[in-house]
């Protein structure tokens, strides 16, 4: 069993940062892909970024490509999320992921979740 942990959410305007942590215990987190997913309301969860066990390969939606950058600590079993250039259609529960077989880019081959954490960016 893992439990996640995310923190760092929160209120921005438009064009401002924001960094997301996740808090990842329970197994040896560097035998996990590590993924970010979110959900806008009224809309279905959708990938936006993950990474290998290692940190050497890395996925990103189109959508947030040049904008976010992913990456892992596995010392600290923490994954983040450095969000840049934020944008209003940006506003989501952001959630961690983990999976013990590959990048995780689709919400049906998720091992384990996080509780999600909101991101609202304001125009």
């Known amino acids: 069993q893992v439990q996640l942990v995310e923190s760092g959410g929160g209120l921005v305007q438009a064009g401002g940062s924001l960094r997301l942590s996740c808090a990842a215990s329970?197994?040896?987190?560097?035998?996990?892909?590590m993924g970010w997913f979110r959900q806008a309301p009224g809309k279905e969860r959708e990938f936006v970024a993950t990474?290998?066990?290692?940190?050497?390969?890395?996925i990103y939606a189109d959508s947030v490509k040049g904008r976010f950058t992913i990456s892992r600590d596995n010392a600290k079993s923490t994954v983040y999320l450095q969000m840049n250039s934020l944008k209003p259609e940006d506003t989501a529960v952001y959630y961690c992921a983990a999976d013990l077989s590959t990048l995780p880019t689709t919400e049906h081959q998720i091992d384990y979740w996080g509780q999600g954490t909101q991101v609202t960016v304001s125009s």
């Open positions: 329970g197994r040896t987190f560097s035998n996990y892909y």
């Open positions: 990474i290998g066990r290692f940190g050497f390969s890395k």
